[in-house]
């Protein structure tokens, strides 16, 4: 059976990539290169976009009373399984305004190698140039485990 | 050290890293720059509650931080794709090491690519997480 959820895509929001926040970020991460710290319109770190959501927008995890908060799902322990991140050409750089929206791309359990039932919901967040090319997808894998992992 | 890209091999194993063990400070640092405030990361007791012995650490913590292992080794901008996959948790106290080597040298879509893959390990060999990346050459 399709989980309703699939293809449930949040609103777009606006991200601005901000030099400041690069700087906080590429600290906390030990990333200590110029291409972050030293010069006038820094690149992103490859992870850095999975921020945007978190404070400004709309995501699986803070669906802030949209469409994605009515998703029939237990989010009380959610772990990250797997995160990545693509982009289609030059890497985002500061002063760069994004679009961007997130979409279900699927929901599933399985068995693990443990015995216990584990839920998978796969999520893509998209992000776009303010001429709508698409420079980058963010592809999220969280899983719901029955018990807490080693 | 950058590395060379006239010489580069696949194979090529790149040096690794040893962080000091790891704090709550930094764990807490991330979730700030991050935006992601799972209690499970800075409340031991709401982290008991779910069955761990205490806070733990944040998988794209870890991610990042073999991001920038990767960027003292080949050039930031030309970071194409980054994957992690988050296979173990790490606690305040973990001495994790950072390391990795170059998979693939590889041609496609006109260009030259750089395959990368990396690790992040427990001081026991515990795989914390793993992460792939592909980098432009040329």
Excluded at chain 1, 120 to 128: M, Q
Excluded at chain 2, 54 to 81: D, N, Y
Aim: charged share 25%; net charge negative.
């Amino acid at each position: 059976m399709t989980h309703p959820a699939i293809g449930v895509r949040g609103p777009k929001f606006e991200f601005v990539v901000e030099r400041g926040k690069i700087r906080e970020f590429a600290q906390a991460i030990g990333a200590e290169h110029d291409a972050y710290l030293s010069v006038r319109d820094p690149v992103v770190p490859p992870t850095f976009l999975t921020i945007a959501g978190r404070l400004w927008g709309y995501t699986f995890d803070e669906p802030r009373g949209t469409c994605l908060a009515e998703i029939d799902f237990d989010r009380s322990l959610l772990l990250n399984a797997e995160e990545e991140f693509e982009y289609f050409g030059d890497l985002p750089k500061a002063g760069m305004r994004l679009q961007v929206y997130t979409e279900i791309k699927d929901v599933y359990e399985k068995r693990g190698k443990r015995g216990g039932l584990l839920s998978f919901v796969i999520i893509e967040t998209v992000f776009e140039s303010e001429t709508g090319q698409v420079i980058a997808v963010q592809r999220q894998t969280v899983v719901k485990t029955e018990t807490a992992p080693g | 050290m950058p590395i060379d890209w006239s010489t580069i091999k696949e194979g090529t194993v790149l040096p690794s890293w040893t962080a000091p063990p790891l704090t709550r400070t930094e764990i807490v640092r991330y979730q700030g720059a991050s935006g992601d405030f799972d209690p499970a990361h800075h409340d031991d007791e709401h982290a008991r509650r779910f069955g761990y012995p205490g806070v733990f650490s944040l998988g794209m913590l870890h991610a990042g931080m073999l991001s920038a292992w990767l960027a003292r080794h080949a050039p930031p901008e030309q970071i194409r794709r980054f994957r992690a996959r988050f296979v173990a948790v790490a606690y305040p106290g973990d001495v994790l090491t950072y390391k990795g080597r170059i998979a693939a040298i590889r041609q496609a879509e006109g260009s030259k690519w750089a395959d990368f893959e990396m690790i992040c390990e427990r001081a026991d060999g515990t795989v914390v997480t793993q992460a792939w990346a592909s980098v432009l050459i040329s």
